[in-house]
Structure formats: C-alpha cells, structure tokens
C-alpha cells in the first residue's frame, strides 16, 4: 500500500469510505473531510442496534457468543449488557447478529455481490481466506474456497491477495448513507470515472511548489502539504488497513497504490 504525495489533493474520499476507519485527513492539525463540509458527499452510516433490555434479561443464560464472534474484538460485556467500544471501527460484517438475532440488528454498510471463480484457484492456494478481514471465506468439504455472503463486507482484500486474475469479482450496488438518493448520482461518477496517472514531465520535482514531505514507516503512511495559508495532511494508519480495494476504486487523482502480494 502506497500513497503518492504529488498526486494527492487531500479530498477524503478515502476516508468517507474507507471501512476500516484506517484514514484520516487533517487541515490545520484538525480532522476535517473537505467532500463532507460542504455536503458534497454523504456520510457513511455504520447502523447497529443493540436491545438493551433484552440483552439484560438473558444476562444469566448469556453465552457471550456475540462477544466471540466479532472478527476485530470490539464488543465486550459490562456488568449488565454488551456494549460496542466504538462504533466507527464496526465493519457491519453481521457476525453478532447472526448469533444474537434477538438483541442485535446489524445495516450492512456495503451491500452488493462477490463471486469467486474456485474452479481455477491455484491448488493449495489460500491467500483469499487469510485475507479476509471478517472471516467470511471458508473451505468446503472438497477443499475449495466459498464465501458467506451475508457476512462479506465487499472490501476486496480477498481479491487484491489473490495471485490470479479475475477469479474473484465483486461489485457494490448500495451504500448506506444519510442522503441515499444522493448517492446514486456520485457512484454513477465514480463508475463512469477512469483516473489517470498525471504524466507531466517534472525534471526538479524537489522544487515544485506547495512542498510536500511523506513519512512510511512500520505503523503508518503520512503525506503532509504546506502552503502559506494552510497546512494539510493524510494519515493511513497501517495496522487497520487490510490492503482491500475501497480507497484505490474511489481516489479520483490515481494517489493510491495497491501492490498485489501473497501469503
């Protein structure tokens, strides 16, 4: 996962839809999303309802069974009910609604279809499932990889380990926003829309102004832009992002880079 610096113009696309919660963009030290300021874009909404009173009245018989299967361990149990540490970081895979039906109501915040082509996966290839940040890949009783597709949060890190070409296809059909019908028109653009990379010839990029500096280390990619008025900067934190394809399908400058690997 890369970002390049030069290309980049800090618009937050990639932080609007990101499902990770793993980018965030400043202005001035200050969080601020340039396309949600302005109502530009809506804001993605991660809905997940827990039944309080329910949840407390079982309390005895509970098994903690929603609090196991949350693939990224954010609910836990308090004296009297289950709580979500922060709702921002929920991937709405709907793990804990599947095995708590009666007290967690789970809206996906991607929905759409994922398809994987097993008959050609490479044998013993398994890169797909050790990918998948939800656990919704899974091997069947031949061997081969399937998918839970209620559980898939259609982020594409399966497709991007994959050492194969279009064996898996994913395709996402709604989002759920604030202003749903607003988002008919922006995924129309942003599927009509085919980025380019800026081929302009720059012989002293060390020159080029506004000066921007980037940091890549182990834990994170920080590229920062100073002005005379501002100062801007994107963050990617590295141990919540899982390589998927969401912020590379939506950067509309071609800033975000994915290198295929495997494991």
């Given amino acids: ?4 610096p030069k290309q980049c113009v800090f618009c937050g696309l990639c932080e609007i839809f990101c499902p990770f919660n793993a980018i965030k963009v400043y202005v001035d030290d200050k969080p601020l999303t340039s396309t949600l300021k302005p109502g530009i874009l809506p804001k993605l909404l991660r809905n997940v309802e827990i039944d309080v009173e329910t949840c407390r009245r079982v309390n005895m018989l509970c098994e903690r069974l929603c609090v196991d299967a949350c693939p990224i361990n954010i609910i836990h149990f308090n004296q009297s009910h289950i709580q979500i540490d922060d709702i921002a970081e929920c991937l709405t ?5 599947a095995v708590c039906h009666s007290v967690i109501k789970v809206e996906k915040t991607f929905q759409g279809i994922i398809k994987i082509n097993n008959e050609k996966c490479p044998e013993e290839c398994r890169s797909c499932l ?3 940040p939800v656990n919704a890949i899974y091997l069947d009783e031949d061997g081969k990889v399937n998918v839970l597709e209620e559980f ?3 982020c594409g890190a399966c497709k991007n380990h994959c050492p194969e070409n279009n064996l898996i296809t994913i395709s996402i059909t709604h989002i759920n926003t604030k202003q749903p019908n607003n988002w008919k ?3 129309e653009r942003l599927t009509q829309y085919t980025p380019q990379q800026n081929k302009t010839s ?3 990029p060390d020159t080029q102004w506004p000066k921007t500096t980037k940091i890549n280390n182990t834990e994170k990619i920080k590229i920062e832009r ?3 008025l501002r100062k801007q900067a994107l963050e990617l934190n590295k141990n919540r992002c899982k390589k998927c394809q969401i912020c590379y399908i939506t950067c509309p400058k071609a800033a975000i880079h994915i290198t295929r690997t495997t494991q």
């Fill in 1 to 4: 996962m890369d970002i390049d």
């Fill in 93 to 97: 895979c709907g793990w804990c609604q």
């Fill in 130 to 132: 050790y990918a998948c």
């Fill in 152 to 154: 898939c949060i259609l």
């Fill in 185 to 187: 028109t922006v995924k």
């Fill in 202 to 204: 720059i012989k002293n």
């Fill in 226 to 228: 100073k002005t005379y």
